[in-house]
């Protein structure tokens, strides 16, 4: 598994975290406890950073990956009841809108949930945009 020891790390955080605090928090209260865990783990860890979304070749958005590990790794975090297709889809948007191509996705809940998303990028200039598979770690 690329970046396998990254994941291992991101995914003992996680739960570092969860075990802290529990669940109810808002997710930047989440998002602040990873970055404080990921970062004793000797992590390079930008946090709310921006990934730009173009169509046609012309910028139409901009969205803001909660965490993003080494240019590696992008985190997405959620504190709901359960996760679901949505969060999924969030994820993997990111991914496609970026040169990265593994994404986590951590869920708060009452139960620690998370699912891990790789994004095989291939540009659509290619003629084929990418695909994806999802391996759930729970």
Same mark, same amino acid.
């Given at each position: ?7 291992? &790390?991101? !995914?003992? $955080?996680?739960?570092? *975290?969860?075990?802290?605090?529990? /669940?109810?928090? @808002?997710? %930047?209260?989440? =998002?602040?406890?990873? &970055? +404080? ?5 000797? #992590? /390079?860890?930008? $946090?709310?950073?921006?990934? %730009? *979304?173009?169509?046609?070749?012309? #910028?139409?958005?901009?969205?803001? $990956?909660? !965490? *993003? *590990?080494?240019?590696? +790794? ?5 504190? $709901? ?10 994820? #993997?948007? /990111? ?6 191509? !593994?994404?986590? @996705? ?8 998370? %699912?891990? %998303? ?5 540009? =659509? ?9 999802? +391996?759930? #770690?729970?």
């Amino acid at each position: 598994m690329e970046f396998e020891r990254e994941s291992k &790390l991101i !995914i003992k $955080a996680y739960y570092n *975290v969860y075990n802290k605090l529990g /669940y109810g928090f @808002l997710e %930047k209260v989440y =998002e602040n406890a990873m &970055l +404080i865990e990921l970062r004793k783990f000797g #992590l /390079y860890c930008e $946090a709310q950073r921006p990934i %730009k *979304v173009y169509y046609d070749g012309m #910028l139409v958005g901009d969205y803001f $990956a909660d !965490i *993003v *590990v080494g240019d590696k +790794i992008i985190i997405e975090l959620k504190a $709901a009841e359960s996760l679901c297709e949505e969060h999924e889809a969030q994820l #993997l948007n /990111y991914l496609r809108a970026t040169d990265i191509e !593994i994404g986590l @996705l951590f869920n708060f809940g009452k139960t620690p949930q998370f %699912k891990r %998303k790789v994004w095989t990028n291939i540009r =659509e200039d290619s003629g084929n945009s990418g695909n994806s598979r999802s +391996i759930n #770690l729970n």
